[in-house]
């Protein structure tokens, strides 16, 4: 689902863009490593930061990315430009990503997966459009921050069927993704790296 304003603000500004960038991307490059080049996939991509660390941090060679939102597609199309043809931005959806199965050697979430109610039809999709023997690095918000009155208050994200950590990753699983390693910020946030195992 769309952010509100209250969201749509705090995901484009410049603090927003450190954070990513010195501490949420830094932690999946600790617990997954960096690709060895490679196509990689951004769902969820917003203004186009994480497209950046996935081709300068995690080394991927080609980044495709696509956002539900067209305002986020326009913003980080305007600041990709200089990429050419390494990088494809698109107005998509995470539950029926138009790619083929087996397409990525990486695919990236920072933080959208809690904002879509069938989670784990992405979950699928995304395990679909993986290669075998390739990573999903993903950064989740969980069941207890949502919830926080708080943050209910301000924020608008999907309320039923939600996840904690254990759930997410139990879930990885039943998509065929085995988790690598993951890390917790109490019961707010996981950073997990799974792989979807090599055909022998
Ligand atoms: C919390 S923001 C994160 C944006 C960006 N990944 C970042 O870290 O700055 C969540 C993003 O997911 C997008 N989104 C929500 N549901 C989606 C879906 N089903 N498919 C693709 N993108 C979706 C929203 O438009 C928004 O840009």
Redesign the pocket.
Known sequence: ???NNI?YGL?NNPL?AAI?RRYEARRLLRIGGRMAAGAALE????RG??VELILELFGASTVDA????PR?VSAARKRLRDHGDRVRLWV????AIAAPDATYDAVFD???IH??PDWRGALAEISRVLKPGGRFYTEEMLASFITHPIVQRVLDHPRSDRFDAPTYIDALGRCGLTPLGSRRLGKSVVWCVASKPSVR
Not at 43 to 46: A, H, L, P
Request: proline share 0%; aromatic share 8%; hydrophobic share 50%.
């Open positions: 689902m769309l952010l969201e995901m927003r990513q769902i969820g991509c917003g930061v994480g696509f956002d539900l939102d986020m998509g959806d995470a539950t920072f933080g959208i904002h879509i």
